[in-house]
């Protein structure tokens, strides 16, 4: 494989250990003509969630006392990497359980509710999805409108979500409410949500990739949800939410990295094997180069994610750095994906290979997660400016 020689550069025995023992697990359980055909019939990759589990993987964030093992920020980013190498769309469905809601939970729910939902989450038998987008706000998260008001002990919460990655097959749902309408950003309280609760209804929507793991629209309907199932304190919903974010976007780059280093690879292998002219089109300059640059791509936005991981595991909260990473990884991946399709040419553009599953899989990191355009004002904002 052209990336490997560079793939564990830099890494220890241990982290490189992640690599050579999760993808030849995830070859096993998700072989990729079996991820092509899941795709095409959005079937959710069960089993490869389940082995991740049985792994032990979803504890990698997680405390020992709740069956986790208490990662390294670098170990999670290698992981996710390595995972997204293997399929991006099962590194989000990850994602979406263990870092999104699942650090929701490490953070702000009760030791009981902890005790209720971590275990289960890290044996793979509870699945988390996160709710804060609606169809009149996604970027300006503060001026969500679904509600929760409360009504005793318990709170009733009335709403519209939209784009929730994994919600069909989640069995909780984390959801960002206001319990002041007109408190803004001060006015978000986080609520816990049995994702079977009367009043909850779930729609797969349509989108242009990753269809595996879908993203749903969710309707809340007069739901009843204890107090005790409140994220947190009344009203200190986005200072939560603020917490998650270097977390979840230095995640999001390193998957980005992991699909731009499956992309170089896959069309690698047909440019070694495709001849035109009598030679393999790889030996052309106009192809290796564009190899090159991908290469660059890559590389450059894996030092960037490391350079991340580690000052979050020194303690620092490196919000410019991890925009940029975000940004930098993000926008890498589409134009691999981008360069991946000409340098197969017209097979890069038939459903029959799986670039074009890259190429679409890729497009969502400058969207989700934050912007590509509110991560470059969050660092204009970082500069000064
Ligand atoms: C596949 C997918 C999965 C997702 N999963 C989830 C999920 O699990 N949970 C969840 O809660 N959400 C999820 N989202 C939602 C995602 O976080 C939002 O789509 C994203 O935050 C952008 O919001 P928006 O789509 O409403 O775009 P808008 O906010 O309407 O933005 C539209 C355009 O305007 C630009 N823009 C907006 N405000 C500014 C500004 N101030 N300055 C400059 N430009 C601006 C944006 O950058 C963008 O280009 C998902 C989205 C997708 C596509």
């Known amino acids: 494989m052209m990336t490997t020689a560079s793939a564990d550069f830099g890494l220890t025995e241990e982290q490189k250990m992640i690599r050579r023992s999760v993808l030849p697990m995830l070859a096993e359980v998700l072989p990729h003509d079996k991820i092509m055909e899941m795709d095409e019939a959005r079937e959710f990759p069960f089993d490869a969630y389940r082995a991740l589990a049985q792994a032990g993987w979803m504890g990698l964030p997680h405390e020992e006392a709740y069956g986790g093992s208490d990662g390294s920020y670098k170990d999670l980013a290698i992981f996710v990497e390595t995972v997204a190498y293997h399929n991006a ?108 609760s009367p009043g909850v209804s779930i729609r797969p929507l349509k989108a242009l990739g990753r269809r595996m793991i879908h993203t749903n629209e969710v309707y809340f309907d007069d739901v009843r ?53 009598g030679k393999p089109i790889s030996s052309f300059q106009a192809i290796s180069h564009k190899f090159a640059d991908m290469q660059i791509m890559a590389e450059s936005a894996r030092v960037m994610v490391h350079r991340v991981a580690d000052l979050l595991d020194a303690g620092e909260s490196p919000t410019m750095q991890t925009a940029i990473a975000k940004v930098l990884a993000t926008e890498n991946n589409s134009r691999c994906a981008d360069m991946g399709i000409q340098i197969m040419g017209g097979a890069g553009y038939m459903m029959e290979h799986e670039m074009q599953m890259y190429f679409r899989d890729a497009r969502v990191g400058a969207i989700g997660g934050g912007t590509s355009e509110i991560m470059r004002t969050v660092i204009a904002k970082q500069m000064g400016l």
């Open 225 to 277: 949800v204890p107090a005790s199932r409140m994220l947190g304190e009344r009203n200190n919903g986005w200072s939560a939410l603020m917490r998650g974010l270097n977390l979840e976007r230095l995640c999001l780059a390193a998957a980005a990295c992991g699909n731009m280093m499956r992309i170089i690879d896959y069309a690698g292998s047909y440019a070694r094997d495709r001849q035109q002219f």
């Open 89 to 196: 769309q099962l590194a989000s469905a990850y994602l979406t359980s263990v870092i999104y809601g699942g650090m929701q939970v490490k953070h702000g729910a009760s030791a009981a509710l902890k005790r209720e939902i971590l275990p289960g989450m890290i044996a793979g038998d509870i699945r988390l999805a996160l709710c804060i987008t609606e169809p009149e706000t996604g970027s300006d998260v503060a001026s969500i409108r679904t509600r929760a008001v409360q009504d005793g002990d318990d709170y009733l919460i009335s709403g519209q979500k939209v784009y929730i990655t994994c919600a069909h097959v989640a069995h909780h749902l984390i959801v960002a409410t206001k319990t002041d309408r007109d408190a803004g950003h001060k006015g978000i309280t986080l609520f816990m949500v049995d994702a079977r």
